[in-house]
């Protein structure tokens, strides 16, 4: 099993910025993917990105391409979140994740509890 706890949600204006963090424990080398998802009212969950625990490759959501930097500090287990240009629209729950990337098709095992984030107009 693999433990995922996020921090550092919270209430921010347009056009500010916001770090995520999510840090992992437990059998973390049964994974070697980490990813945000998000979920805002009403709506379904939605990709965010990922990160590849080897070689730190990105990928992200088109609707944060260019504002949203995910980063990785492989001696603390931990995922970041910079979120940067926020607007109202990103505001939502956002869920830390973690699997396995096999050939071009990831598979999420593990889920954090989430973290709210919500950017005033």
């Known amino acids: 099993q693999v433990q995922l706890v996020e921090s550092g949600g919270g209430l921010v204006q347009a056009g500010g910025s916001l770090r995520l963090s999510c840090a992992a424990s437990g059998r973390t080398n049964s994974t070697n993917i980490m990813g945000w998802f998000r979920q805002a009212p009403g709506k379904g969950r939605e990709f965010v990105g990922r990160?590849?625990?080897?070689?730190?490759?990105?990928v992200y959501a088109d609707s944060v391409k260019g504002r949203f930097t995910i980063s990785r500090d492989s001696a603390k287990n931990t995922v970041y979140l910079q979120m940067s240009s926020l607007k109202p629209e990103d505001t939502a729950v956002y869920y830390c994740?973690?699997?396995?990337?096999?050939?071009?098709?990831?598979?999420?095992?593990?889920w954090g509890q989430g973290t709210q984030v919500t950017v005033s107009s």
């Open positions: 994740t973690a699997g396995i990337l096999s050939g071009y098709v990831p598979r999420y095992d593990y």
């Open positions: 990160i590849n625990w080897s070689g730190g490759s990105t």
